[in-house]
Nanobody
Framework: QVQLVESGGGLVQPGGSLRLSCATS??????????MRWYRQAPGKERELVAA????????TYADSVKGRFTMSRDNARDTVYLQMNSLKPEDTAVYYC?????????WGRGTQVTVSS
C-alpha cells in the first residue's frame, strides 16, 4: 500500500520558517523514478502547485509566489522529500499536500496545515 505522509506543519509568525517532510513508502517502482510535487490549498481557493522536483536529481521548479523563499529537496536514501519554507507570509497559509507521479500512477498525501499569523 502506497503511503505519503506529510509532517512539519504548524503555526508560525510572519517571517518565520518551517520545514515540511513527505515520507513515502510502498511504491511499485523505485522512489527515484517518481516526480515529486508540493501543492497547497487555501480556504476557498483551488489547489495550486508550489514546487516540483522531477525524478532523482532534477532541478526544482517553483511557483512565482514562493521563488526565493521555498526550497524543495529529496533524500533518495530515505524516500522522502522536503519543503523548506522561509520568510513565510500570511498568504502562505494553506494545507500543503505531497504528490508523487510516475507513468500512470499518481498518489497524494493527506496534507499538513501551515498557518502564518501573528
Amino acid at each position: 500500500q502506497v503511503q505519503l505522509v506529510e509532517s512539519g506543519g504548524g503555526l508560525v509568525q510572519p517571517g518565520g520558517s518551517l520545514r515540511l517532510s513527505c515520507a513515502t513508502s510502498g511504491f511499485t517502482f523505485s522512489f527515484i523514478n517518481y516526480n515529486m510535487r508540493w501543492y497547497r490549498q487555501a480556504p476557498g481557493k483551488e489547489r495550486e502547485l508550489v514546487a516540483a522536483l522531477s525524478r532523482a536529481w532534477g532541478t526544482p521548479t517553483y511557483a512565482d509566489s514562493v521563488k526565493g523563499r521555498f526550497t524543495m529537496s529529496r533524500d533518495n536514501a530515505r524516500d522522502t522529500v522536503y519543503l523548506q519554507m522561509n520568510s513565510l507570509k500570511p498568504e502562505d497559509t494553506a494545507v500543503y499536500y505531497c504528490n508523487a507521479a510516475y507513468l500512470s500512477e499518481t498518489y497524494w498525501g493527506r496534507g499538513t496545515q501551515v498557518t502564518v499569523s501573528s
